[in-house]
Structure formats: C-alpha cells, structure tokens
C-alpha cells in the first residue's frame, strides 16, 4: 500500500518539474527574441551621443569707425531686427566733414567748368592768331609788290616780315596754350572729370562715416555680450555687443571615431535637448562631418610623435541641421546640451562634400543700403554747381 502511494506522488512531482522547464525555457526564448528584436530595431544601425551642444552664429556688432557712445538702445536679452539701430555716436565731427565735403564738390564742379571754358576761350585766341597771320602775310605779300614796282623801302618791307614772323609765333603759342587746357579736360565731361569724380569718392567717405556713427543689426536676432556704455570712447574693430540668429542654430555632436564608420552626410538624426526632456523630440539631418578633431585644432595640439603619449578614443564633430518648425515651436539657445542619435542605415550619402556652395549661405545688405541717398545729393550739388557756372561765363 505504501509502495503504491509513492509513486504516484513521484510522477507527479516529476510533470510539475518538466512543466517549470518548459515555461523558464520558454521564458527565455520570448525575453530573447525580444531582446533581439529590439536590438535591430532600436539599436542596430544607429549611433548615439549625449556630447552634443547647440552652437549658432554670434553675429559682432563692430564699429567702422571711432566714436563716443551717446546712446544705446539694445541690452542683453533683447530682440533686435535687422536694420535696427543699437548703439549712437557722437556725430558733431562727421556733420563736419560731411558739410566740407559737399562744399569741396561743389567748388570743384565750378573749378572743372571753368577748364572747359578756358578750353573754348583757347579755341577762340587760336582762331584770332590765325586771322591776325593771315592779315600780316597778306600786308607782306602786298609790300612785296610794291617794293618790286619801286614804291617801297627794303625798311618796310622787312618790318612787314618781322609782323609775320611774330604772328605765326603768336599763333604757335596760342596751339600751345590750347593743348594745355584740352589736356585737363579730355575725353571727360564735368560729372566725369578725374577732380570731380575724386570730389564724390570724398563726398560718399564722408557720407558712410556720418552714417557709421550709428550702428545697426546686421541680422535679427538676440542681443548678448553688451559691451559698449554711455560715454565710452571706442576704436574701429572693438566688440560692441553680439546678435545671436536663434532660429539658425545647429547642433555640434561629438561622436567617437568608432562611431562614424557608417555616418554619412544626409542621414536622418533624432535630437532631445537636456532643457525639454524627452517630452520634447526635435529631429534633423547630419549636414557635414568634421575634417579634423578638436584636439588637432586646439590651441596646444597633442605631440603624438614625442613617444610619451597615451592613446585615447577620439572625437569628431558631426553637424546636425534641425528641423526650422520645430526650431521655433521649442527654441533653443548656443550651449545647451543634446543627446543626438543618428539612423547610420542608410550609407548612401558621402561622406565629405564634393560640390562648391553657389551663393552665400550668410549675408546682410544692411550695409549696401547706406548709399542710396547720397547719389540724389551728389547729382543736385553737380547740377547747381555746373549750372550756375554755365549761366556766369554765358553772361560774360
């Protein structure tokens, strides 16, 4: 009875064990195909780093020329657009010179229009010496003949050839002089005369330097780094402040070089920012892949050829292009730290960039816009000027 209670409890006992095995066994089976499916699904061909920052232009506000700060008008912090004046000097010295320069071009139209004249009044004395030895040759041809017919001394005769002889000198004189005036004016006329032209270039340094005296924003942006207070006597070159585009930002991740065996330009990347969280996802592009790692470009680069090195895992930095909406939906600002992750599967792309850019990728015309007036001032100077010259050698 006893023998026959046993072994039932056994086989029992066994079927619950083999049961167990099966269901860890198959424990391990679905916690592995899991694990593998979520290894090429999420972390096969994919690359990731949290030495990721956020960097962007900081655009130097920069004098042209120097000057005492009278006025500012933008602090740290500030949205400025572009065109928008931010700092004012003192432009008591520039009215100066810019009022002494529209008085010099006007006396130099007058000077150049009088070359002119004195050109045609030349034409005119050449024209009288002709007549005047045309007249003296005719009184000697007539002296001739009378000396020949026996009505006239030999004295006579030869004070009418020393009157020829002094005319064509005259006249060779007045072709002389008449050079000299064509000279300073040939081939130009008064608005493209060497002096005039000179007069502008004058006239327009001046006009830029009264302008410099106030300094605006190249781009829109934030203000950051004011450097520049009231009273503050600068040079040309010294940082003022700094503009910060925000919505051009990119982002500089430092992958290791293992890491960039399958990295190429055009490949999709997925960005969290320290700042959000992962609440917040931003996603990009790899734009470009450095040329060389920071320790190569440091101030002290490694002596790797010294022989007292220690070989460390290097790193390049790898461009990321952000999305712009999603830029400005979550704004982000220069340094703010990135965990980037970049899809390496597709390798299609290159890896450096084999075509030249075929326009600029940042520029401002801000500048370019500071000549438009001055043309209408030069063209009313010149035409006064010329006028009121014409109109007084015409009444003389």
């Not at 928008?84 to 100066?96: L, P, R, T």
């Not at 002094?166 to 000279?183: C, D, F, S, T």
């Not at 002596?303 to 999305?323: E, F, S």
């Not at 015309?365 to 030069?378: E, F, G, K, M």
């Amino acid at each position: 009875m006893s023998q026959t209670t046993t072994q039932p409890n056994a086989s029992a006992k066994s079927a619950q064990r083999k049961k167990s095995l099966m269901i860890f066994f198959s424990a391990l089976v679905i916690a592995g195909v899991g694990a593998t499916g979520w290894y090429y699904t999420m972390v096969a061909g994919t690359e990731e780093t949290d030495d990721a920052y956020v960097n962007g232009n900081l655009v130097q506000i920069t004098p042209e020329i120097p000057g005492t700060v009278t006025r500012i008008f933008a602090d740290d912090g500030d949205f400025v657009s572009k065109g928008q004046e931010m700092v004012h000097f003192d432009n008591s010295d520039a009215d100066i010179a810019f009022d002494n320069a529209q008085a010099n071009l006007g006396q130099v139209v007058r000077q150049v229009r009088s070359m002119f004249t004195n050109t045609e009044q030349a034409k005119a004395v050449v024209a009288e010496q002709k007549v005047a030895l045309g007249k003296a040759q005719a009184d000697l041809a007539r002296r001739q003949n009378m000396v020949k017919a026996g009505g006239l001394s030999q004295e006579e005769l030869s004070h009418a050839q020393d009157m020829v002889n002094a005319a064509e000198k005259a006249l060779l004189a007045a072709r002389q002089q008449l050079g000299a005036q064509q000279a300073l004016v040939v081939n130009t006329t008064v608005e493209t005369h060497p002096l005039v032209k000179t007069a502008i270039a004058k006239l327009r340094q001046a006009y830029l330097d009264k302008t410099r005296t106030s300094l605006v924003a190249p781009v829109s942006g934030y203000v950051a780094r004011r450097n520049a207070q009231v009273g503050q006597r600068v040079t040309p070159g010294a940082t003022m402040m700094a503009v910060v585009p925000l919505q051009g930002v990119w982002v500089d991740a430092n992958f290791k070089e293992t890491q960039l065996r399958e990295m190429r330009i055009g490949q999709q990347a997925t960005l969290v920012a320290d700042l959000y969280g992962d609440k917040v996802e931003y996603h990009g592009k790899v734009e470009s892949l450095g040329i060389g790692t920071g320790s190569a470009f440091s101030l002290l680069p490694a002596q790797n050829a010294t022989g007292n090195w220690i070989k460390v895992v290097q790193r390049l930095p790898v461009r990321i292009q952000l999305d712009e909406k999603e830029l400005a939906k979550h704004p982000l600002r220069i340094g703010l730290s990135m965990t980037v992750t970049v899809d390496t599967r597709d390798t299609d792309g290159k890896l450096l960039a084999d075509t030249t850019p075929t326009q600029a990728r940042y520029e401002t015309d801000v500048y370019t816009r500071q000549d438009d007036s001055i043309d209408a001032l030069i063209n009313e100077i010149i035409a006064e000027s010329d006028k009121g010259s014409s109109a007084l050698y015409a009444k003389q």
